[in-house]
């Protein structure tokens, strides 16, 4: 006679606790794979933002005492001066060439420690992404209000030093197809290998986001619309060689007079146009026309033209506006034209 467990015959209870058994077997390696691809993802995310922070700190503290060395030195010559009784015309005059001398690398650093504050702050919103209320569950990638809060710093790294980025959209082609035909499990793993791939092709200093259904957000800092165009190809081309499936691509780079919702509105449209062709394909928006990559690639680089750092131009006025009160000839040969920071 069967034994019975709970009302339920001996043998069919153990094989429910064994199908059981198999299907939970079945997914822990699955599951334990995502949480170890998720924590190398953010490990490797975590040292970027901190070797960022060090690479800052460490220029301001080297330009801090460079700076603090010719203060001490014009510090020395003043005290030497108060003591002397017989102070020339022309010692008070070399005193005036010296602190002019000093206003240049004074301007700089001053300009350099506020763009280090706008860079501070841009990778504590790379680190707020750390916390559960920016990241999405599901993939482990940043969600939208970590996107919204990133977007946010670039535009106004942007508006300061215009610092170029690039946005680009990516949608997976005929997902709800996937759903539908293999079910809402399998469709979430489909998400998991897109965001796991899409993070594998990007660079340290990049943001990658969920931003909402089957779609993703990549935003990379200090990238043309050129380079952008060669990252995305390698995605799409990776999706369909790796997954068997396929994705559409929207780019734009940020232009004179975006802000976040406009940015994100001509992705948007690249990446409408791009599903209107036919799919699988990545579109551009130039800020005039939408265009496919290979339009892009094959356009040749146009020399870098000339332009003035707003520092120097500060620094020229300020001149400027010295000379008016003095009389004297500004001297704009210690200025240089290098990058601030440099």
Not at 312 to 318: A, K, P, S
Request: net charge negative; aromatic share 4%; proline share 4%.
């Amino acid at each position: 006679m069967d034994e019975w467990i709970n009302g339920i015959p001996g043998p069919v209870a153990m094989a429910i606790v064994a199908v059981i058994g198999y299907f939970v077997g079945k997914r822990s390696p699955r599951e334990t794979t995502a949480a170890a691809n998720q924590a190398r993802r953010e490990l490797k995310r975590a040292k970027a933002v901190i070797h960022q922070l060090e690479e800052i700190s460490r220029d301001i503290r080297r330009n801090l005492s460079t700076h603090q060395t010719s203060i001490m030195h014009f510090k020395e010559r003043i005290g030497s001066l108060s003591q002397d009784n017989s102070v020339s015309g022309e010692s008070w005059q070399s005193i005036c060439d010296e602190a002019e001398q000093m206003l240049t690398p004074t301007m700089r650093l001053s300009a350099q420690i506020a763009h280090a504050y706008d860079e501070i702050r841009q990778q504590a919103n790379l680190l707020m992404t750390f916390t559960e209320s920016r990241t999405d569950p599901l993939t482990g990638l940043s969600n939208r209000r970590a996107l919204d809060d990133c977007l946010d710093s670039l535009f106004a790294m942007n508006n300061r030093y215009k610092l170029e980025f690039t946005l680009c959209i990516l949608d997976v082609d005929h997902f709800k197809k996937v759903n539908d035909e293999n079910g809402h499990l399998h469709g979430d793993r489909i998400l998991q290998e897109v965001s796991s791939l899409i993070d594998s092709c990007v660079r340290e200093t990049d943001i990658v986001t969920r931003y909402g259904g089957e779609e993703f957000v990549v935003v990379m800092p200090q990238t043309p619309l050129k380079g952008a165009c060669v990252f995305a190809e390698r995605v799409r081309t990776s999706v369909e060689a790796q997954l068997g499936i396929t994705v559409s691509g929207g780019l734009a780079q940020v232009a004179v007079g975006d802000d976040p919702k406009t940015l994100l509105g001509r992705a948007d449209s690249a990446l409408y146009h791009a599903k209107a062709k036919g799919r699988n394909q990545i579109c551009c928006h130039t800020g005039e026309k939408i265009v496919d990559t290979k339009t892009i690639q094959d356009e040749p680089i146009s020399p870098a033209r000339e332009k003035p750092e707003k520092l120097l131009t500060e620094i020229r006025d300020l001149e400027q506006s010295l000379h008016d009160r003095s009389g004297q000839a500004p001297r704009l040969e210690a200025v240089s034209e290098s990058r601030v920071g440099d």
